[in-house]
């Protein structure tokens, strides 16, 4: 995990951490505990102002819940591309 700092510009390796968790995101089939921890430890070290950080963790959470809750497929992907969307724009600044 990397150190917070006082940089709202994200440096090379938070920014491949970030695509990295992106590309995870993109795929996701199924939760795993282990994947999810790093995918918040990922968002905590971006030192996100509060509200983009609990706006990512929930659209985090939305995602992995409906897949874990077996929702339907549309809504799967709805909760995806909402999260992706909220990565996009963290990673765009």
Partial sequence: MLPA???VTPSADRLA????LRRRVAEQSSVDAGEGVKARRVLFSLSLATVDLRVALDAL???ERAIVEHDD???VEARRLRCLA???GIIGG
């Fill in 86 to 88: 909220i990565l996009d």
């Fill in 73 to 75: 497929r549309l809504i």
């Fill in 5 to 7: 700092t006082d940089d």
């Fill in 61 to 63: 959470d939305n995602f």
């Fill in 17 to 20: 951490m970030l695509d990295a």
